[in-house]
């Protein structure tokens, strides 16, 4: 099914006004929420897709999904659920039957087998959403020989549904329709190869991630320990259940674990790198490596002392830096063939799980140039003076998740390496973000950004998805106190296109600041133009 007809015909789907016969909107208004908030619409869509079939809602809860389902009158609903809390104006639509009956357990089940068999597509909604009874029902389906396909709830909102659940599924079984259903996570499993819906075409990527087990490092704080290495593996399984080519550093030490973690299906998309953290080095010929490097900046921050996170040791410092070495190193390679390079962070499911959503529509627009999330504005002026730079971990640009093409990943790569060198050596250093204003300002044209905070280095990869507020208050905000007017414009053009989509809201006193920005950026790019 393709996603844009389907996006087109739920427009002419009426569900609020048959939804409106049988409950009522003060008391049950998510049944009349949009698509992308809602799923019932969606629901309401599935069932025109069919006439004259039974169609299977599991569990029933209040009844709103049957009631979805029921919408194509020639249709006939099955209901199930334990216990018995449907709305009683629900229970006058003609086309559903309620029982209270446990499909889990398999003797009821195989009782109704027939009809389950017969079902063009089923919902499921079942709680806990733990993923357990999301898998065992799965495996009542395919043992049966159902060759239909499942809509399942909540697959992205809840830990244990994506880790039990959704990330166990293969690639080719499984379609993500949150856009156009429940903003919890609306998925789609087929059993059946003919039935198959939209993806976006991202087989021209690789990923590169690693892990390093920091806490083994001479240097490691309070801080680095108590994140050992429980908890970034439990963090870990959403950027490990990626179905993309992959490489993956890591130490000896770490492999095993990584890879029971990675499923085994992506075996062929994955490519391991096993080395020693402290031998790590900016040049493969180079004679210093980040042992050595280490006890520099561990002097340097003795001899220019300055506030920062106990967590940014010396060793995080530079395990942020060896993101460069291993892009470029990746890009030399190239072991899959790809035309494009990302660096995720192990642990991206911390940023939350809606830039999970995201991810293969931001890589689908295949930019080229050095893409990362501008968060706040730091003027050029304050960057070029570096004893003052570095007073403070400023940091101005997301590097927890970045893009580009193959030549320009490399080039830039290898510019913020440089940047690490020549400040190290005048005495400075804090983190790789604070390298990229200084990088930026003196080559712009390798750099193409987008706007958000860190909660959203890739939810607002394409468009501003979640939090509008932030790219206005900090980086239009400052970047226009600062004088950067191009700047400045750019992001408020990134900001008003999302919003003249629908892709985001913003509230009236933020929308008026986004109206005075942009309208001042463009009066003063004229009169300097």
Not at 189 to 212: E, G, Q
Not at 297 to 325: G, W
Request: proline letters at 3%; aromatic letters at 18%; hydrophobic letters at 35%.
């Amino acid at each position: 099914m393709n996603y844009n007809i389907i996006k087109s015909d739920l427009d002419c789907i009426d569900s609020s006004h048959y939804f409106s016969s049988f409950v009522a909107a003060e008391t049950d208004s998510d049944v009349f929420g949009q698509v992308g908030h809602e799923h019932y619409k969606l629901l309401c869509y599935l069932s025109t897709r069919f006439n004259h079939s039974s169609i299977l809602d599991f569990r029933t809860h209040l009844g709103h999904s049957a009631l979805a389902l029921s919408y194509n009158a020639s249709n006939f609903v099955h209901s199930f659920d334990i216990v018995d809390n449907v709305r009683p104006l629900i229970k006058n639509a003609k086309n559903i039957k309620f029982h209270q009956e446990d499909l889990f357990d398999r003797e009821v089940f195989n009782k109704w087998s027939g009809v389950i068999l017969e079902c063009p597509f089923i919902f499921l909604d079942v709680h806990p959403h733990n993923g357990k009874m999301e898998t065992t029902f799965m495996g009542y389906l395919k043992e049966a020989g159902y060759k239909g396909f499942v809509v399942c709830d909540d697959i992205w909102y809840f830990k244990e549904m994506r880790n039990n659940f959704w990330y166990k599924l293969e690639d080719k079984y499984r379609y993500d329709l949150t856009d156009l259903g429940h903003w919890s996570g609306t998925g789609i499993v087929t059993f059946n190869p003919l039935i198959t819906f939209n993806k976006y075409d991202v087989s021209n990527w690789t990923l590169v991630t690693a892990y390093f087990n920091l806490t083994k490092c001479p240097d490691a704080s309070k801080e680095i320990c108590e994140r050992d290495q429980d908890y970034y593996m439990s963090h870990s399984l959403s950027t490990l259940s990626l179905p993309h080519n992959m490489i993956i550093h890591c130490d000896v030490e770490s492999l095993g674990k990584i890879q029971d973690l990675r499923p085994a299906w992506l075996e062929s998309k994955t490519k391991y790198i096993v080395r020693n953290f402290d031998d790590i080095c900016f040049n493969q010929d180079a004679s210093v490596c980040f042992r050595d490097y280490r006890e520099k900046i561990i002097q340097n921050r003795k001899e220019h002392p300055y506030y920062f996170d106990s967590r940014n040791t010396a060793s995080y410092y530079l395990f942020c830096m060896a993101r460069y070495v291993m892009l470029r190193e990746a890009t030399e390679e190239n072991p899959f063939g790809s035309t494009h390079f990302a660096w995720i962070n192990f642990c991206i499911e911390r940023m939350g799980y809606k830039n999970l959503i995201r991810l293969d529509e931001g890589l689908s627009v295949n930019r080229d140039k050095f893409s990362t999330c501008y968060i706040d504005y730091i003027p050029q002026s304050l960057v070029q003076n570096t004893a003052e730079y570095f007073k403070w971990g400023r940091c101005s640009m997301c590097s927890g998740f970045f893009t580009g093409n193959k030549e320009y990943m490399y080039k830039v790569c290898g510019l913020i390496n440089d940047k690490f060198i020549e400040y190290l050596n005048q005495g400075y250093g804090h983190a790789d973000e604070q390298l990229y204003s200084p990088v930026y300002f003196e080559n712009p044209d390798l750099f193409e950004h987008y706007y958000g905070d860190y909660l959203q280095m890739i939810t607002n990869y394409k468009y501003i998805y979640d939090a509008s507020e932030p790219p206005i208050y900090n980086f239009i905000t400052h970047s226009f106190e600062n004088k950067d007017y191009v700047k400045c414009f750019e992001g408020c053009e990134f900001v008003f296109r999302s919003y003249c989509l629908r892709k985001c809201k913003i509230n009236e006193d933020f929308k008026n600041k986004l109206y005075y920005y942009y309208m001042g950026c463009k009066e003063n790019l004229l009169i300097n133009s």
